[in-house]
């Protein structure tokens, strides 16, 4: 049962592609700036700093909360959510800064794999044949881009193996609490548990 009255079991798969196509796109303008920075931010700053101007945007979302009837148990979902969203744009900075810009997007196609085997091991969803088939090509290509045994793997490149890890887990876990609670709930809880300032941010 929802625990918000605006959540709603309905699916629109036309809606949910062009949504995430736009946000494909706001990545991408992400991505230049972080490089252009390097790690002249240190990552947990520089995540930190990429979520801090959402809140003004998100500032509006922020009233319902109280409202959203959100008991112990859905705040420490949120709280391993956050926490996991988090550890994935650290890792996301971090490894910005150690290998070529086109291999972390590239990467990052690990994403969707370790969602939709997530997807089948969580939520029962069957996998057929042509998602099974997708999966191995996202796995060969990353070993396209990888070449074990050809080259030195630097740290970078471990670092994008555990971002689409964190962030697969994190949109798992948006999945199973967008069956109790409204998007807007859903996105504002993620955006409070994951700007959180590090240490570095109070030298600023």
């Known amino acids: 049962m929802a625990r918000g009255s605006d959540a709603s079991g309905g699916q629109r798969p036309l809606a949910g592609i062009?949504?995430?196509?736009?946000?494909?796109?706001?990545?991408?303008?992400?991505?230049?700036p972080v490089k252009h920075v390097g790690d002249a931010v240190p990552a947990p700053q520089a995540a930190f700093l990429r979520y801090l101007p959402e809140l003004v945007f998100l500032a509006p979302m922020l009233g319902p909360l109280p409202r959203a009837g959100i008991d112990r148990r859905g705040l420490a979902q949120y709280s391993v959510r956050g926490l996991a969203h988090a550890l994935g744009v650290i890792c996301w900075f971090y490894a910005m800064t150690r290998i070529p810009i086109a291999e972390v997007p590239a990467m990052n196609y690990l994403n969707p794999v370790y969602v939709t085997i997530?997807?089948?091991?969580?939520?029962?969803?069957?996998?057929?044949?042509?998602?099974?088939?997708?999966?191995?090509?996202?796995?060969?290509?990353v070993l396209v881009i990888l070449r074990p045994g050809f080259r030195e793997l630097s740290d970078g490149h471990l670092t994008m193996l555990f971002t689409a890890r964190f962030f697969g887990a994190s949109?798992?876990?948006?999945?199973?609490?967008s069956e109790c609670d409204p998007a807007a709930v859903v996105l504002a809880m993620l955006k409070r548990?994951?700007?959180?300032?590090?240490?570095?941010?109070?030298?600023?």
């Open 18 to 32: 062009l949504w995430m196509l736009l946000t494909g796109a706001n990545f991408v303008a992400v991505t230049a």
């Open 118 to 141: 997530g997807a089948a091991l969580v939520f029962g969803e069957r996998l057929a044949l042509r998602r099974i088939l997708a999966i191995a090509v996202a796995l060969a290509g």
């Open 171 to 177: 949109y798992l876990m948006a999945k199973r609490l």
């Open 193 to 204: 548990r994951v700007t959180t300032p590090p240490p570095e941010a109070t030298k600023l």
